[in-house]
């Protein structure tokens, strides 16, 4: 390629107007080592692209790099569906353990007739039944009795001590 | 190594090339595009719905360089390097000692801003077309057309600078 055709690729790159083609074809030209010496101030500009079009990765160490580090501990990424399988087993797991659940429960309260399984005592014996009653009541006064000794003595013992407060203050 | 590995695996050089263009510096480079690999591993089901793989990677290595190289700054601000700025524009003291054209179009490239210099590596060195480079750093082609010529404009304004005085 003469000067005249080099000067007009070259303005037409600088307005980036040219295909890729064409600069490369600017590339080969100052790279041949016959560069126009009029033009010898754009050589470093190719001669720079051509030289970082060469840079490149330790082949090796990159590769065996990437190697250790995906198959570490063997751990392998889930695909989409093993993920949708996981969570479809998860939900199923859910869903039958709560019926499970729910079926025993009726069973329950089926076998009980009440929400609440209570002993029941049948006495058919008037006398036996007045003395079961009386002790089921004298069980419950005993209760509320102490109840309302504690509850007295926490009064007197109250007492006590308001009545200490007063005469210090005296 | 599996089938998807491999798959990607072409791409690593320009990757690393374009991660050196953000971050400057070869071991973070490299430390970008292995973790780009290990991400796009662990999402590799996705893939199938993503019509540009190579589009996809470089905007993932761009995202990670511009989070490595401001991590680095945060970091050098904490250490009071003021000095430290985006890219590595070169200073007049270095521009003098510099005589070798190579390393002066590399102080120029890497002076232009972060955009243009992105632009600069897809084009120039990747070779890409600019309906590429605009689905790979997600602009429109107008932008890419507007930066290349800027990043061309600036780089031949310094160059013919350069030859003038004899550097």
């Known amino acids: 390629m003469d000067y005249n055709d080099i000067i007009l690729l070259l303005n037409k790159y600088w307005d980036g107007e040219t295909s890729l083609q064409e600069e490369k074809i600017l590339k080969d030209y100052f790279n041949s080592g016959k560069t126009d010496p009029r033009l010898s101030a754009y050589a470093p500009m190719f001669q720079y692209i051509q030289k970082e079009q060469q840079v490149s990765l330790d082949n090796d160490d990159f590769s065996s790099e990437i190697t250790n580090k995906t198959t570490r501990d063997n751990v392998k990424p889930l695909k989409r569906n093993q993920i949708w399988m996981r969570m479809a087993a998860a939900i199923l797991f859910l869903v039958v353990g709560a019926w499970i659940y729910c079926s025993l429960q009726t069973d329950n309260l089926n076998n009980t007739g009440s929400k609440y399984a209570v002993k029941v005592y049948e006495v058919e014996d008037p006398e036996e039944a007045k003395i079961i009653v009386k002790e089921a009541l004298m069980m419950v006064s005993g209760k509320m009795n102490q109840g309302a000794k504690k509850a007295s003595d926490g009064i007197n013992n109250f007492n006590k001590i308001k009545n200490i407060i007063s005469r210090k203050g005296k | ?167």
């Open chain 2, 1 to 167: 190594m599996n089938d998807f590995l491999y798959h990607i695996h072409q791409f690593k050089d320009s990757l690393y090339r374009f991660s050196l263009r953000i971050v400057g510096r070869t071991d973070e480079a490299e430390d970008v595009v292995q973790e780009v690999f290990i991400k796009a591993w662990e999402k590799q089901e996705d893939y199938s719905s993503i019509q540009n793989t190579e589009a996809f990677l470089v905007r993932m290595t761009k995202n990670l360089s511009i989070d490595k190289l401001r991590s680095k700054h945060r970091r050098a601000e904490q250490l009071g390097d003021e000095v430290m700025k985006l890219g590595t524009t070169a200073t007049p003291e270095k521009n003098a000692e510099v005589t070798d054209t190579i390393e002066r179009m590399e102080d120029i490239v890497a002076g232009l801003p972060e955009k243009q210099k992105m632009v600069f590596q897809l084009r120039e060195i990747e070779g890409k077309s600019y309906q590429e480079i605009a689905d790979c750093l997600d602009i429109s082609m107008d932008q890419v057309k507007v930066n290349v010529f800027r990043a061309r404009k600036t780089i031949k304004e310094k160059l013919l600078k350069a030859d003038a005085y004899g550097l």
